[in-house]
């Protein structure tokens, strides 16, 4: 497993992380996890060499972070742990975001809750510092807390010892500038992937630019790039993947294309013994800019797919041949 500096910090991970999202359960991932199965994909990534595990408070309102301090009991040495802040639901500071799981989320990053969320978070996690502590998402309006207050904060934190370095999450170039000019920004994590590429347009070459390590999720589309989502497949309405307006792809019309699309991969995957899965991880590794890649899974099995995509070199050819296909796909098609 590759492993590379998390921006300018004294912090080296995985090229490949864990994301842990899932783990956390709730209706928006469909079958509730095994929390002991979730500890067991835990190992099986630690023993591979990851050591990047990414979590959240939100991601099952603490189950998440709780399963990920049980597994790491006894290996925090082998953990650079990432959790993050701002996704609030004790009360009605901060601004609405939206209904998660039957729950309002609101966006707050005033120091006050953040101090509450970090201490809460060292809590579940069962250790007495957080590698890299993110932003979940920027404040908002009305509730607006200046970014400067909110890196005060965070700043404080690293002198404290509670945290070792700063991240941000899910920001527009113009709050990421921000952030950087009021202290180190470690790390900037954000949806990215061969269907989604937005961030190509000015998040990757700022981070590139400026030695920000940048962690993408979603770089599998919830699975959609696996090629294991059958047209048959039916989500339930709580799910995030039956949420068409948030990710159209999903719509069987457009999930019909992808799987024409990766079905007219398989001479790559013939060429490379890989899968789709290691195939398009492997895709966004390569791209200018992106250090960390961020994969979720549910069992030690998927843990070893996704990994062994760390080890997987694409020639230059075919990185470029994907990108014009999906680019000859189009956009998405309307509901």
């Excluded at 000019?181 to 989604?196: H, T, W």
């Excluded at 590429?197 to 919830?222: F, G, K, N, V």
């Amino acid at each position: 497993m590759k492993h590379l500096a998390l921006g300018q910090s004294n912090l080296t991970a995985s090229r490949v992380g864990l994301g842990a999202w899932v783990m956390g359960g709730g209706s928006v991932w469909g079958p509730n996890p095994d929390d002991r199965e979730s500890i067991r994909a835990i190992h099986a990534a630690l023993d591979a060499g990851v050591n990047l595990i990414d979590t959240a408070p939100v991601y099952g309102f603490g189950r998440s972070e709780e399963v990920v301090g049980k597994a790491i009991k006894g290996r925090r040495r082998q953990v650079v742990l990432a959790t993050k802040c701002g996704l609030w639901w004790d009360d009605e500071r901060g601004s609405f975001f939206k209904e998660f799981d039957g729950r309002p989320l609101r966006r707050c990053l005033r120091p006050e809750t953040i101090r509450l969320e970090v201490d809460r978070s060292l809590a579940r996690l069962g250790t007495d510092h957080i590698d890299l502590y993110q932003t979940h998402v920027p404040a908002a309006a009305p509730d607006l807390t200046p970014i400067a207050d909110t890196m005060a904060c965070l700043l404080e934190l690293k002198t404290q010892g509670k945290i070792r370095a700063i991240g941000v999450s899910n920001v527009s170039l113009a709050e990421l500038q921000e952030n950087c000019a009021c202290g180190q920004v470690a790390s900037n994590q954000f949806r990215y992937s061969i269907l989604f590429r937005e961030p190509e347009e000015d998040i990757l070459p700022y981070c590139a630019q400026r030695r920000i390590a940048t962690l993408t999720y979603m770089s599998l589309e919830q699975g959609l790039l696996t090629g294991k989502v059958g047209l048959d497949r039916a989500f339930a309405s709580g799910e995030f993947r039956n949420d068409t307006a948030w990710n159209p792809w999903f719509i069987p019309a457009n999930r019909k294309r992808i799987l024409d699309l990766l079905g007219g991969w398989k001479d790559l995957t013939d060429k490379y013994a890989c899968t789709l899965a290691q195939l398009v991880l492997a895709w966004t590794a390569a791209q200018p800019g992106v250090t960390h890649v961020l994969a979720g899974c549910r069992t030690p099995a998927q843990v070893q797919e996704n990994l062994q995509a760390a080890a997987l070199t694409i020639e230059a050819p075919d990185l470029e041949r994907m990108r014009l296909e999906v680019m000859a796909l189009g956009p998405p098609l309307p509901e």
